[in-house]
Structures are given as structure tokens and as C-alpha cells.
């Protein structure tokens, strides 16, 4: 899939920001202490925290709200010793959980705030449960990309992996999915959204924040944020009524028929151009953006990321990047902007990850049994997006039966059978294979040779795979292309960067590392926790962790800005 199938008429338009001076009278309609931008996970955690510091809370959402978040897997990364994790048997510290993290998050925040991530995890999942999320401690019987119904707790990440496992004794899992029939990504958004609305917060969808009102400054210059402008589709009208169904379609289509789903986005957006009308609403004291990431602007995802271009863009209608647009409008610093997660999940099924995966030449270059994220890194950013997952015939008929009678998600086994049956090259020895996909002969004979050697304990394996996972190659061979733009299944990809901001408020920050007063973000928008790589459950975590530490500030925002002390060690 090429960015020409993201249509670039499906992107909110941002404007400068309005200006206005001291005597100027801009008719403001309506008007809040805090105004959320973006109703997700990290806007919804923003506007009940505002709420409780007792601010009067506005919340816009381009749709009806959920973004990104209420079409999740509902999995909040969470560790230090949960009542899930003890209920499970796993021991776990805070400790443990920074000594881990801290090769994932490498470096995007400082280790103060990890730390501090780390301490508050525990406490940050209990808080997610007084609004109304329900998890469980039930593992799932192997190494899975989403756990199955009835299980709520798991391996989210490389915790099991031996090279992360670090020298805290034996790891434990940390991917609390929130309990639901179904992917729970819905269940845990209805929670957030019920909270937003039992605090107290009021609410404004179906409209589209284009541009940022702040004060002119003598130099004529934006200073502080003052306010939003919005164009609103009008409540009741039948053309409302389309736009949302048109957003829900696009949410239901969007991995199994792209195409639909896209047409329904640029249906979507065409009502907005045509229906829309302008609102301006005063922030007396700050505007938090929270809308999510940018996969859903083609000439972002080309500027930032040209060499992922080929996967598959997921995420919500609304990740269009409006949220860092509107910042950067005002002058905002960004960071990490070019870090894109591609997902290559090679498990479930449970036997893959025991063959062995290479590059276009034949080499294996990467431990099979780590994260899907971590996977997908490899092979994009060292492997020029090229990879084959080689299995013999007694893990293809395991993998067929675990597909067929193992209680897999569809968006697990019909992926995979389809691969093995009908998507496979299929050789009776390496060098035949070899040259049927494309790769050197003796290369490709010698990667197996030494991956068998390793499966019989003759030696290490050389990428580090766990004794349990190894699986010596014999007789008929099969390849199935996994790269990144592979035909049967492209790799699913999204943004990560964003916005810098004070890591100890949420504010934004400008070029320099001075705050802008009356800005703030959180979730994807924002730097943040998952900036570098991608671990399953740390968005919804971050949603949570920087949702509500920008509603906190958010909240008290006219007190005097600070300069951040970390910028110098974030740019």
C-alpha cells in the first residue's frame, strides 16, 4: 500500500493562529478553564484530571471521541508489583520494571521521568479502575500478539526474551488488557468516556479544531494560547448524522477493506468542508492537545518516514496529525517525528518463531521469538523492509492446526493460513528455495546449517534464541514473505514522535525549551514514553500517564511558565 491510498483531502486544514490584541473584541461563543483537544484515552484522562482540580472543562473531538484508543487492543502496560500481576504469581518491582523499560524507551524522556512512570504504575492502574476499567490475571497458554478471550494478562513486550531480561531474576508480565469479549479497546475507552462525563466535563464533537488563538505579543508575534477556533458540524443535521456513521464504518473496515474504509474518511471530511461552520471558544487558562498521531497525513508520513511507505497505516480517522500541526503553528519544538512502529508479529501461531527468519540475501539477523515491534524494526530500518520466515513441514502442520483448532483471533489464524496455504514457496532443499526467493544459495544452505548445529546443542544460536525456540530445518522448506510492503499481509505501521514538552507538567515546549504559556499536550501528540519503540500497552499507559499530568497542570496553568531542564537533553 502506497500513501496514495491515504487520500490528502481526508486532513483537517490548520491555519495560522489567530491573533488577538489587548482591546480586540473576537467573539468568543463559549468558553472553558481547560479546552481538551482530541477525546481519547489521553484526552478523556486530561479532562477528569482538570476536573478534579476544579476546572471548568470543555472536550472537542473532530468524531464522536474514542480516536485511536477505543479501536486498541485495550492494553494498558502496567507493572511494579499489580494485584493482577500477584494474582497471576509473578513477582515484580518498580526496579524491574525501569531496568527493562529503559532499553525500550532508550532515551526519548529522562530517566527521572521512567522513574517516575515506573513508581506511579501501580497507582495508575487503580486510578484507571475507579473510572471504571475492569482487568484480570488470567494468562494465556503461549506467546501470543494478543492474548484470546479469557485471558487479560501477558507478555506484552521482549520481557521473556533473554537478552532484556536484565538481572532482576525471572520477568513478568506487564500487558494488562482490560477485560471484554472481543478487543477491549472499546470497553476500556466507554469507561474513560463515562468518567469524562460523570466529572462534570462538557463536551463539543463533530467539530475540528483548525487554528489556535493566542494573544499578539508587541513584536506581533503569538504568545500565550488563549483559545480555539473550530469548525462544528451542526448537531441534529442529517448530514451530521452520515459524518458519524461514516466514521464508524471507516473504523470497522480499516484492517480487513482499506479501501472502503478510506473512502468513508474522504466522504467524512467532504461533509465537514461543505457543513462546518466556525465556533471560537476562550481557554482561560489552557488548551491541552491530545488528537493522536499523524499516519493518517500522507505528506507528514512522507516527509518524516518515506522508507515505511509500502505498509499498512492504522490508527484513528483523526490521526491526521492536527494536534502537532496546531503546534507547530505557535512555534512548538517536535522530536522523534521520523520514528515509525512497523509490526511484523510472527506468533501466534506458537511454532513460527521456531524457524528462522532472513534477509533478501539469506542471513538471519534477528532473534525470531522477540516483539512483533522490535521485529518489524529490524527488518525496516537495517534490512531495507526485506525479510522471509522459513518453516519446515512439521511446523507448518502444527501452525495450520494451532490456526484451525486453537482458538486464535481471525486477525491472527486467517492471516497466517492464508500465508501458509496459498502465499508460501515451497523447495525441497535451501538452495533450490534459495533461488526461488531470491536469495544466495550457500548463504541461505549455511544460515540453516548453523541454526540447525544451535537446535541440536552443537552451539549458541547466533541471534540469541532461547533453547525452547529452537527447531531444527528438514526436509520440504517453506518461505513466506514478510516484509514490509509483502502482498498476502503488509506490516501494520503509526507514528510515534511528537510535540516536546516539560516532562514534569506536559506543557509544550518552544525551539529554545521555554514553555508555551497556555499549551499543552498529551498522548501520541506529545513525546513521549513511546517515542522510540513500540511496546505493546505503553500508549495506553503513556494516554494515561501524560493525560493526566497535562490535566494537572492544565488546571493551575496561569501560574508563571517554567523553562524545562530537560530540552537540552530531549533535542
Given at each position: 500500500m502506497s500513501t496514495r491510498s491515504v487520500p490528502t483531502d481526508t486532513v483537517t486544514e490548520i491555519l495560522p493562529p489567530l491573533l488577538i490584541g489587548p482591546d480586540d473584541d473576537p467573539g468568543w461563543q463559549t468558553e472553558a478553564e481547560v479546552v481538551v483537544v482530541g477525546w481519547g484515552a489521553a484526552g478523556a484522562c486530561a479532562a477528569i484530571e482538570a476536573r478534579d482540580a476544579g476546572a471548568r472543562v470543555l472536550v472537542i473531538d473532530r468524531f464522536e471521541g474514542g480516536g485511536a484508543s477505543a479501536i486498541?487492543?485495550?492494553?494498558?502496560?502496567?507493572?511494579?508489583?499489580?494485584?493482577?500481576?500477584?494474582?497471576?504469581?509473578?513477582?515484580?518491582?518498580?526496579?524491574?520494571?525501569?531496568?527493562?523499560?529503559?532499553?525500550?524507551?532508550?532515551?526519548?524522556?529522562?530517566?527521572?521521568?521512567?522513574?517516575?512512570?515506573?513508581?506511579?504504575?501501580?497507582?495508575?492502574?487503580?486510578?484507571?479502575?475507579?473510572?471504571?476499567?475492569?482487568?484480570?490475571?488470567?494468562?494465556?497458554?503461549?506467546?501470543?500478539?494478543?492474548?484470546?478471550?479469557?485471558?487479560?494478562?501477558?507478555?506484552?513486550?521482549?520481557?521473556?526474551?533473554?537478552?532484556?531480561?536484565?538481572?532482576?531474576?525471572?520477568?513478568?508480565?506487564?500487558?494488562?488488557?482490560?477485560?471484554?469479549?472481543?478487543?477491549?479497546?472499546?470497553?476500556?475507552?466507554?469507561?474513560?468516556?463515562?468518567a469524562t462525563l460523570a466529572?462534570?466535563?462538557?463536551?463539543?464533537?463533530?467539530?475540528?479544531?483548525?487554528?489556535?488563538?493566542?494573544?499578539?505579543?508587541?513584536?506581533?508575534?503569538?504568545?500565550?494560547?488563549?483559545?480555539?477556533?473550530?469548525?462544528?458540524?451542526?448537531?441534529?443535521?442529517?448530514?451530521?448524522?452520515?459524518?458519524?456513521?461514516?466514521?464508524?464504518?471507516?473504523?470497522?473496515?480499516?484492517?480487513?477493506?482499506?479501501?472502503?474504509?478510506?473512502?468513508?474518511?474522504?466522504?467524512?471530511?467532504?461533509?465537514?468542508?461543505?457543513a462546518a461552520r466556525p465556533v471560537l471558544i476562550r481557554a482561560t487558562r489552557a488548551v491541552v492537545l491530545s488528537t493522536g498521531g499523524f499516519i493518517f497525513n500522507p505528506d507528514l508520513w512522507r516527509q518524516h518516514a518515506p522508507h515505511t511507505i509500502g505498509g499498512l497505516p492504522i490508527g484513528g480517522a483523526g490521526c491526521d496529525g492536527s494536534g502537532l500541526r496546531l503546534g507547530l503553528s505557535v512555534a512548538?519544538?517536535?522530536?522523534?517525528?521520523?520514528?515509525?512502529?512497523?509490526?511484523?508479529?510472527?506468533?501466534?501461531?506458537?511454532?513460527?518463531?521456531?524457524?528462522?527468519?532472513?534477509?533478501?540475501?539469506?542471513?538471519?539477523?534477528?532473534?525470531?521469538?522477540?516483539?512483533?515491534?522490535?521485529?518489524?524494526?529490524?527488518?525496516?530500518?537495517?534490512q531495507d523492509g526485506k525479510a522471509w520466515l522459513i518453516i519446515d513441514s512439521a511446523l507448518r502442520r502444527k501452525s495450520i492446526r494451532q490456526c484451525l483448532f486453537g482458538g486464535l483471533w481471525g486477525f491472527q489464524s486467517l492471516p497466517a493460513l492464508v500465508m501458509m496455504l496459498l502465499g508460501a514457496t515451497k523447495a525441497r532443499t535451501p538452495e533450490e528455495l534459495a533461488i526461488r526467493i531470491g536469495a544466495d544459495p550457500a548463504t541461505l544452505r549455511d544460515s540453516i546449517a548453523t541454526a540447525n548445529a544451535a537446535a541440536h546443542g552443537m552451539t549458541e544460536d547466533p541471534v540469541g534464541k532461547s533453547a525452547d525456540t529452537r527447531h531444527a530445518l528438514k526436509g520440504t522448506l517453506y518461505a513466506m514473505d514478510i516484509s514490509l510492503a509483502a502482498p498476502t499481509l503488509p506490516m501494520a505501521v503509526l507514528t510515534l514522535g511528537g510535540l516536546v514538552v516539560d516532562e514534569d507538567t506536559g506543557q509544550v515546549c518552544d525551539k529554545s525549551g521555554g514553555g508555551i504559556p497556555g499549551l499543552y499536550a498529551a498522548g501520541r501528540t506529545a513525546l513521549g514514553l513511546p517515542s522510540s519503540r513500540y511496546v505493546s500497552g505503553l500508549s495506553l499507559s503513556d494516554c494515561v500517564f501524560s493525560g493526566r499530568r497535562a490535566g494537572r497542570a492544565a488546571a493551575v496553568a496561569d501560574r508563571p511558565p517554567r523553562r524545562s531542564p530537560l530540552f537540552a537533553t530531549t533535542t
Amino acid at each position: 500500500m502506497s500513501t496514495r491510498s491515504v487520500p490528502t483531502d481526508t486532513v483537517t486544514e490548520i491555519l495560522p493562529p489567530l491573533l488577538i490584541g489587548p482591546d480586540d473584541d473576537p467573539g468568543w461563543q463559549t468558553e472553558a478553564e481547560v479546552v481538551v483537544v482530541g477525546w481519547g484515552a489521553a484526552g478523556a484522562c486530561a479532562a477528569i484530571e482538570a476536573r478534579d482540580a476544579g476546572a471548568r472543562v470543555l472536550v472537542i473531538d473532530r468524531f464522536e471521541g474514542g480516536g485511536a484508543s477505543a479501536i486498541s487492543g485495550g492494553v494498558v502496560y502496567a507493572g511494579g508489583g499489580t494485584r493482577h500481576q500477584r494474582d497471576a504469581g509473578y513477582s515484580d518491582t518498580p526496579e524491574a520494571m525501569f531496568d527493562y523499560l529503559r532499553r525500550e524507551v532508550d532515551g526519548v524522556v529522562g530517566d527521572a521521568t521512567l522513574r517516575r512512570f515506573c513508581d506511579e504504575s501501580v497507582t495508575n492502574l487503580e486510578w484507571l479502575e475507579r473510572q471504571g476499567v475492569i482487568f484480570g490475571s488470567t494468562m494465556p497458554p503461549y506467546k501470543t500478539s494478543y492474548p484470546p478471550d479469557g485471558a487479560f494478562l501477558y507478555f506484552s513486550g521482549n520481557e521473556a526474551v533473554p537478552a532484556y531480561r536484565g538481572s532482576y531474576g525471572e520477568p513478568a508480565p506487564r500487558g494488562h488488557r482490560a477485560v471484554a469479549r472481543g478487543q477491549s479497546g472499546e470497553a476500556l475507552y466507554a469507561a474513560l468516556k463515562k468518567a469524562t462525563l460523570a466529572s462534570g466535563a462538557e463536551t463539543m464533537t463533530q467539530a475540528a479544531v483548525r487554528r489556535l488563538v493566542c494573544e499578539r505579543t508587541v513584536d506581533g508575534q503569538p504568545g500565550r494560547v488563549i483559545g480555539v477556533e473550530v469548525m462544528r458540524l451542526p448537531p441534529g443535521d442529517p448530514r451530521s448524522l452520515r459524518h458519524a456513521a461514516l466514521e464508524r464504518q471507516a473504523a470497522r473496515w480499516r484492517l480487513y477493506r482499506p479501501a472502503k474504509a478510506e473512502a468513508c474518511r474522504r466522504e467524512a471530511a467532504r461533509i465537514e468542508r461543505e457543513a462546518a461552520r466556525p465556533v471560537l471558544i476562550r481557554a482561560t487558562r489552557a488548551v491541552v492537545l491530545s488528537t493522536g498521531g499523524f499516519i493518517f497525513n500522507p505528506d507528514l508520513w512522507r516527509q518524516h518516514a518515506p522508507h515505511t511507505i509500502g505498509g499498512l497505516p492504522i490508527g484513528g480517522a483523526g490521526c491526521d496529525g492536527s494536534g502537532l500541526r496546531l503546534g507547530l503553528s505557535v512555534a512548538a519544538a517536535a522530536q522523534a517525528l521520523g520514528n515509525i512502529s512497523c509490526w511484523r508479529f510472527i506468533t501466534p501461531p506458537a511454532d513460527w518463531p521456531k524457524g528462522i527468519v532472513i534477509n533478501g540475501r539469506g542471513e538471519r539477523f534477528c532473534n525470531e521469538q522477540v516483539y512483533g515491534a522490535t521485529f518489524g524494526h529490524a527488518v525496516v530500518e537495517e534490512q531495507d523492509g526485506k525479510a522471509w520466515l522459513i518453516i519446515d513441514s512439521a511446523l507448518r502442520r502444527k501452525s495450520i492446526r494451532q490456526c484451525l483448532f486453537g482458538g486464535l483471533w481471525g486477525f491472527q489464524s486467517l492471516p497466517a493460513l492464508v500465508m501458509m496455504l496459498l502465499g508460501a514457496t515451497k523447495a525441497r532443499t535451501p538452495e533450490e528455495l534459495a533461488i526461488r526467493i531470491g536469495a544466495d544459495p550457500a548463504t541461505l544452505r549455511d544460515s540453516i546449517a548453523t541454526a540447525n548445529a544451535a537446535a541440536h546443542g552443537m552451539t549458541e544460536d547466533p541471534v540469541g534464541k532461547s533453547a525452547d525456540t529452537r527447531h531444527a530445518l528438514k526436509g520440504t522448506l517453506y518461505a513466506m514473505d514478510i516484509s514490509l510492503a509483502a502482498p498476502t499481509l503488509p506490516m501494520a505501521v503509526l507514528t510515534l514522535g511528537g510535540l516536546v514538552v516539560d516532562e514534569d507538567t506536559g506543557q509544550v515546549c518552544d525551539k529554545s525549551g521555554g514553555g508555551i504559556p497556555g499549551l499543552y499536550a498529551a498522548g501520541r501528540t506529545a513525546l513521549g514514553l513511546p517515542s522510540s519503540r513500540y511496546v505493546s500497552g505503553l500508549s495506553l499507559s503513556d494516554c494515561v500517564f501524560s493525560g493526566r499530568r497535562a490535566g494537572r497542570a492544565a488546571a493551575v496553568a496561569d501560574r508563571p511558565p517554567r523553562r524545562s531542564p530537560l530540552f537540552a537533553t530531549t533535542t
